[in-house]
């Protein structure tokens, strides 16, 4: 649990960070995020209300890849 006991203003302290499970991604995994991410910036430049839902769940399957998750997993992220 990352808790301090401050109620309005709780802290995740550096020692705690290193204990949260990120998997490093390979160059190929992390060009593709990119890449998507550039896409969406992109089109929110030319267009702040640009529809860039395909994309976003686009990285959301990398990030899922990145983490090995399951299905059941994906569905309890999405909240299925």
Do not use: C, H, W
């Amino acid at each position: 649990m990352y808790s301090d006991n401050k109620a309005l203003f709780p802290k995740i302290k550096g020692f705690q960070l290193k204990q949260l499970p990120i998997p490093a991604a390979t160059s190929s995994q992390q060009t593709v995020i990119i890449g998507l991410v550039e896409k969406i910036l992109s089109a929110k430049r030319l267009d702040p209300s640009a529809d860039t839902t395909t994309e976003e769940k686009a990285i959301d399957k990398e990030v899922y890849r990145l983490y090995g998750l399951s299905k059941e997993e994906i569905a309890v992220v999405e909240g299925r």
